[in-house]
């Protein structure tokens, strides 16, 4: 035999020298919490162990733990009280909402982390769709409009990226047109580009009580079946004013990140979301597999499809592995 593929597998530091890819620095996480009106609200979310509903007071404890461990970077998810949803979601234009005062707050705190905030309305939807419903469907330039007013408000709160996960056709632009308008041209947009209709939401929308009350998201989150709508769909989000794109979830779409990496020469990030996240937990809470092992095995799979930026509610429990 002449080729022999195990030599350069020998020994561990042969094995570090081929290495194709390093393991992602916690410098390319970003933390989805979930924050919850009140003082000392501190609910594990049933099925995702370890993430838990803070309050603000709660939270920014915790921010000062974790920003030791390396973590600058928090997606924001409020949980908004069943009593403050109807069908239109105004709640989410309420300027002195919990949403908006809480990003104040944390950016009073903590000038320097970068906050990316949700843009879509299902947390603050009584039917639990990203958009506003008229006669059974969900109405898409109507809701464009509600977003681009929204992010004008997450962005005069203090967001430092807007990320619109809607996927209602067209909005990039108009958030885009809206935050220049008002002058906030600093604030960036973290397209959720190509985000697809998955069953692996399921543990984000209890712990935002945000199901979809009837139907469900396939008029306009993504078809898993197709990949080449995909790279329309980025495309569609760089031209309208992008400044990182987004494939989600991460991981029944590493063919999807992989293809995004090479068609564009833009930042691209990946969401390894709740259903990916509960499934690690469920099965090392049983003992049925190494949980260590699992997500950094699963974190680098994402790096290394092509994600530059990883979206992950493992990245505490990464980050104190990285620093131990
Ligand atoms: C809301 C939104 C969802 C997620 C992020 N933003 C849920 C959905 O579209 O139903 C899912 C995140 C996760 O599962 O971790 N538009």
């Known amino acids: 035999m002449k080729k022999r593929p195990r030599r350069i597998r020998k020994n561990s530091f042969i094995r ?49 733990t974790w920003r030791k461990l390396g973590l600058n970077n928090y997606a924001l998810f409020p949980n908004i009280d069943n009593s403050l949803k109807n069908e239109n979601a105004s709640e989410a234009l309420n ?34 769709h ?23 408000l997450q962005a005069q709160a203090g967001a430092d990226f807007v990320c619109p996960s809607d ?15 008002e002058g906030l041209c600093d604030t960036g947009i973290v397209a959720y580009s190509a985000k697809y209709a998955s ?60 293809q995004a990496k090479r068609y564009f020469k833009y930042p691209v990030a990946a969401y390894n979301v709740s259903g990916e996240y509960a499934m690690v937990k469920a099965a090392a809470g049983n003992g049925w597999l190494d949980e260590n092992k699992a997500l950094v095995e699963i974190l680098t799979s994402i790096k290394r499809a092509g994600a530059d930026i990883i979206f992950t509610y493992h990245a505490v429990d990464y980050a104190k592995l990285r620093n131990s």
Do not use: C, W
């Open 16 to 64: 570090d020298l081929v290495a194709e890819t390093s393991l992602p620095e916690v410098s390319q996480l970003i933390y989805p919490v979930f924050i919850q009106e009140g003082r000392t609200v501190h609910q594990e979310i049933k099925s995702m162990p370890g993430q838990y509903r803070l309050s603000i007071d709660l939270l920014l404890q915790r921010m000062a």
């Open 95 to 128: 300027p002195d909402g919990f949403l908006y005062q809480a990003i104040k707050q944390i950016k009073d705190r903590f000038p320097e982390v970068n906050l990316f905030t949700d843009l879509a309305l299902d947390p603050f939807s009584s039917d639990g």
């Open 130 to 152: 990203d958009g506003i419903i008229e006669n059974g469907k969900i109405v898409n330039d109507r809701t464009v409009e509600v977003l681009a007013q929204m992010a004008i």
């Open 167 to 181: 996927m209602m056709d067209g909005r990039v632009r108009q958030i885009r047109r809206a935050l220049e308008r």
């Open 199 to 258: 069953s692996f939401y399921g543990p984000f929308r209890d712990a935002l009580d945000s199901a979809p009350r009837a139907g469900d998201k396939k008029t306009y989150q993504m078809d898993f079946r197709n990949s080449r709508e995909a790279m329309k769909e980025i495309e569609l989000d760089i031209q309208e004013g992008a400044d990182i794109v987004m494939i989600k979830p991460a991981l029944s779409f590493l063919d999807i990140i992989a």
